[in-house]
């Protein structure tokens, strides 16, 4: 089995597909691609209505032998966003943590509010939705499932050990079974802002 590395890559929309032909033709086999939105850190921005943006999360599994090659194309295509790569540690001199805040659709905002106040810079929200259970209500004989929304936020780790710190303490948050907070160790890190 070859080992890899999970290679996230957050960038604005329509700019995925040539990150992903130029990382093929490194060798990488293939990826998905993830539609979210991104929150501004400007103030200024948020007053006049433009702090969200449109944006694609290309995750794609590379394999060892070629994570250099594909790391450089990427840097060289990243005008706007972020580049992660999670696996192993021992590249990370800085220490950065990817943390991911999963709650119901409509949190995800307050919880990007709490994480500024404690440094977050910025992050991203994808859409989803929760999986039925059996006592769920039904429509038509078809469950009916809470959307959901993930907060993805990386930062150094000192400071992502104060975000969710602070996230967790929101009372939605604190619920049992309302949300889930972690932090995945990220081996490399890259803005493009």
């Known amino acids: 089995m070859n080992r890899g590395r999970m290679v996230m890559v957050v960038v604005p929309r329509g700019e995925?597909?040539?990150?992903?032909?130029?990382i093929r033709?490194?060798?990488?086999?293939?990826?998905?691609?993830?539609?979210?939105?991104?929150?501004?850190?400007?103030?200024?921005?948020?007053?006049?209505?433009f702090s969200d943006t449109k944006?694609?999360?290309?995750i794609s599994f590379v394999e060892e032998a070629i994570l250099d090659g594909?790391?450089?194309?990427?840097?060289?295509?990243?005008?706007k966003g972020i580049l992660a790569i999670i696996g192993d540690e021992e590249m990370n001199e800085d220490r950065w943590t990817m943390i991911e805040i999963i709650c119901e659709a409509g949190y995800a905002d307050d919880c990007m509010a709490e994480a500024r106040k404690v440094g977050a810079k910025g992050g991203t929200i994808i859409k989803g939705h929760g999986t039925a259970k059996d006592d769920d209500v039904k429509f038509f004989g078809y469950p009916i499932t809470s959307e959901k929304e993930v907060l993805v936020?990386?930062?150094?780790t000192e400071v992502a050990k104060a975000i969710m710190?602070?996230?967790?303490?929101?009372?939605?948050i604190s619920k049992k079974g309302k949300a889930a907070v972690f932090g995945i160790p990220v081996s490399y890190f890259r803005n493009f802002d």
């Open 70 to 79: 594909c790391r450089e194309e990427i840097e060289k295509r990243g005008k």
């Open 165 to 172: 710190e602070k996230v967790e303490s929101l009372p939605y």
């Open 25 to 49: 033709n490194r060798g990488a086999t293939g990826g998905t691609v993830i539609y979210g939105r991104g929150t501004a850190s400007s103030s200024l921005l948020s007053i006049l209505g």
């Open 16 to 22: 995925s597909d040539s990150i992903m032909a130029a």
């Open 55 to 58: 944006r694609e999360i290309l």
């Open 153 to 156: 936020i990386v930062e150094k």
